[in-house]
């Protein structure tokens, strides 16, 4: 049985010197509070997922994710706790024969089976034509069909990879991150969870996949806006592809609330510089609040540095959606 999530989460307001000083308010909406195994916006966008699962009869859970992959561990972890079985297909071969890390470790122990595939497979798998680590979502969303006993021998990981019901069976393909239609419904539970929204609010989380940032910007209430910030390199184009895509999925149409800054991903994907780190340690310490780094913390030092510049008019209310946990130290 899964544990039941805290909601709402809290919202906290937030007093920091950088964002006084242009004039600006700080809150931060604590999903990173929301599921000790499930945290921040992997609930919001796995909970209608998962309903739709076990409505539709689905008995297994097929996803992708790279070594340190937080979708992966939420995936294992509900689908443990709901009677499912969960595969991951993790993004590098080479990691089949290592030691496993921790976040690894932990998907495994949640019941998740692991398969390892090269980076060409694994794009395949995912449904990108190229590129390397950034967060193509798969746009499989559906349940696959039983090929019938036997269609899987003798295949490779690889070509099974491009082709996953015919290795897995019957299952639901959840993409990579989560971000689907039903994802950014899910997530449009965020400000709804704010009160007084209005034409001062920005509402601000990371973009790694576009699902989030799609729910928030749908949920909006005429006035308020969206920022994400992406945390890839080389995303300008695609990512906002990717939340027009999910918006006409999910709502059948486009919405005109939001935007992407792309100049605060740290390097690329997972890259964490030392400028990085050393602000997320001195906001710690500042505000007792611990911080995810890869996403969250990139989210945060762009919100300080823009506001810093002045792109914020003063008077803007910032909210700061925590997505997840911070890793284990």
């Not at 690889?158 to 015919?166: F, L």
């Not at 506001?307 to 284990?328: M, W, Y």
């Amino acid at each position: 049985m899964l544990e039941p999530a805290l909601l709402p989460t809290p919202l906290v307001d937030c007093t920091d010197e950088v964002f006084a000083r242009a004039g600006v308010e700080l809150r931060l909406k604590r999903d990173d509070l929301l599921h000790p195994g499930v945290p921040g916006n992997k609930w919001r966008k796995l909970a209608p997922n998962l309903a739709a699962a076990v409505e539709r009869g689905h008995t297994r859970l097929l996803t992708f994710g790279g070594a340190y992959s937080t979708h992966l561990r939420a995936v294992a972890v509900a689908a443990g706790a709901l009677g499912l079985e969960s595969v991951g297909l993790v993004r590098g071969e080479e990691l089949a024969d290592r030691p496993r890390n921790w976040s690894l470790r932990a998907a495994e122990a949640a019941g998740m089976r692991l398969e390892f595939l090269t980076r060409t497979a694994y794009r395949e798998a995912t449904g990108r034509a190229g590129g390397g680590s950034s967060a193509g979502a798969a746009r499989t969303g559906g349940g696959c069909t039983d090929p019938g006993e036997g269609a899987d021998e003798g295949r490779t990981a690889e070509g099974a990879a491009a082709d996953p019901q015919r290795r897995w069976g019957p299952c639901l393909v959840l993409p990579e991150g989560g971000s689907n239609a039903l994802a950014a419904v899910g997530a449009a539970a965020i400000p709804a969870e704010l009160p007084d929204l209005g034409g001062r609010d920005v509402v601000c989380c990371p973009v790694g996949t576009g699902g989030t940032l799609a729910g928030v910007a749908a949920g909006l209430p005429p006035g308020a806006r969206a920022l994400g910030v992406a945390v890839l390199r080389g995303g300008g184009g695609y990512l906002e592809a990717e939340v027009a895509r999910l918006h006409r999925a999910a709502y059948g149409r486009e919405f005109d609330n939001w935007s992407i800054d792309h100049a605060h991903h740290g390097g690329g994907y997972g890259k964490v510089p030392a400028d990085l780190a050393a602000f997320a340690e001195r906001f710690e310490r500042r505000h007792g609040i611990p911080l995810e780094r890869r996403y969250v913390a990139k989210l945060l030092a762009a919100l300080a540095d823009l506001a810093g510049a002045g792109a914020f008019p003063r008077g803007t209310r910032l909210t700061a959606v925590v997505t997840g946990l911070p890793d284990p130290a």
